[in-house]
């Protein structure tokens, strides 16, 4: 938990950093890369977490992997040796996404549908998500067949169920009473 609020409060620092810069953009890329580059690479990932690896040496290494990123994000490559945080920069990569969508006024929206959603299903989905935020959308797409058909919208803690599967519960329900 202690990872996770520090990891909160380094993305937001960097996202002023970058706005202040005019390059929030552009490290937003970066983070996305570091996030997805330690993802998939149980190597890098074991050696930013080992303890027994000087943070120097980290500090060294991720500049040279992530050469081409931005001033600001070599910035916290240094900041994270200073403070021996490098086990959290994944979460701080990861938070950066989050936090440059609160400040931009984005806000994501997950869609589960029974396959894969098409263009006409997204249409409806946009219009419906109209009425619960006035903010700019992004949708993610979960496939999850259970649900039978139709979609669930969830946006931060609002949810609206159209799912097969809910009605045909809420059916069953009204039937047993």
Same mark, same amino acid.
């Given at each position: 938990?202690?990872? %996770? ?14 706005? %202040? ?25 074991? !050696?930013?977490? %080992? ?15 992530? +050469? ?31 936090? !440059? ?30 009425? !619960? ?17 139709? !979609? ?9 169920? +159209?799912?097969? +599967? ?12």
């Amino acid at each position: 938990m202690t990872g %996770s609020r520090a990891a909160i409060r380094y993305a937001r620092a960097i996202l002023q950093l970058a706005q %202040s810069a005019g390059t929030a953009q552009q490290v937003g890329e970066d983070m996305t890369l570091i996030a997805t580059t330690i993802n998939g690479n149980t190597e890098l990932n074991d !050696f930013i977490n %080992s303890p027994t690896i000087k943070a120097e040496v980290k500090e060294n290494a991720l500049k040279e992997i992530f +050469a081409n990123t931005q001033t600001i994000t070599q910035g916290l490559f240094h900041l994270l040796h200073e403070n021996k945080r490098f086990g959290i920069l994944h979460a701080i990569a990861s938070q950066y996404k989050t936090q !440059f969508d609160v400040a931009n006024g984005i806000e994501v929206a997950t869609v589960t549908t029974a396959v894969e959603i098409t263009p006409e299903l997204q249409k409806k989905v946009l219009a419906k998500i109209k009425e !619960f935020s006035d903010k700019q959308i992004t949708l993610k797409n979960i496939v999850d067949p259970s649900i039978i058909g139709g !979609f669930i919208i969830r946006i931060g803690d609002k949810q609206y169920n +159209a799912s097969v +599967a809910n009605r045909l519960l809420t059916l069953k329900r009204e039937l047993s009473n």
